[in-house]
């Protein structure tokens, strides 16, 4: 093979790679962006209280989809409050509806991507690759931990030094530990 020849497959191949490292960090850039949101925060707090809610002598399975139902229902209830409140027309169309519906979900969706972190830890445990106890402890301090890297990245962007970031990381998961603890004696 020419020169010529192994560089040019050498430019597609780093042109391949490139396309590809950047269609994978959209789902990941979209995932980071979610869990900032307030949306996921909220999320955060809900799904870490419905674990220690469901946790109570159920399998991970059953935490898994209790978790799953109780979030959904509490997306929908949400899509529908934003969508009727934004419907401010005396008789909006169809288009009208399905816009504001697909704006509220959404607006709403890092509610659902809340779940991603306990979740994989629940399903773990559910095919056998973690121990049942285990994956459970780990599923619900996935959120306080979740908290706690929010607060230290935005003590990072205030341009923070490094203890304040701590203490910051430290301040956001211990409010969340306590909002996760009232929320389960309601929930």
């Known amino acids: ?46 799904v870490s209280a419905l674990v220690a809610v469901g946790g109570n002598d159920d399998t991970d399975l059953e935490v898994f989809l209790f978790t799953i139902g109780a979030v959904g229902v509490f997306w929908l209830a949400h899509v529908y409050a934003r969508s009727v409140g934004h419907l401010t027309e005396a008789r909006p169309g169809l288009s009208a509806i399905v816009v ?32 049942q106890y285990i994956a459970y402890y780990i599923a619900l301090w996935s959120g306080v931990a979740v908290l706690a890297v929010l607060g230290y990245l935005n003590s990072t962007r205030r341009g923070s030094p490094m203890r304040l970031r701590l203490v910051s990381a430290a301040l956001t998961s211990a409010l969340g530990l306590g909002i996760i603890w009232l929320s389960s004696l309601v929930h």
Do not use: C, W
């Not at 519906?101 to 973690?130: D, E, Q, W």
């Open 1 to 46: 093979m020419s020169g010529n020849h192994a560089s040019e497959g050498g430019r597609r191949a780093h042109e391949l790679a490139r396309r590809t490292a950047q269609a994978g960090a959209r789902p990941a850039a979209f995932v980071v962006r979610a869990y900032t949101n307030e949306h996921a925060i909220y999320g955060t707090v809900l």
């Open 100 to 131: 504001a519906v697909a704006s509220a979900a959404r607006h709403s969706a890092p509610k659902v991507v809340a779940m991603l972190i306990p979740s994989v830890f629940l399903l773990l445990a559910t095919v056998g690759v973690l121990d």
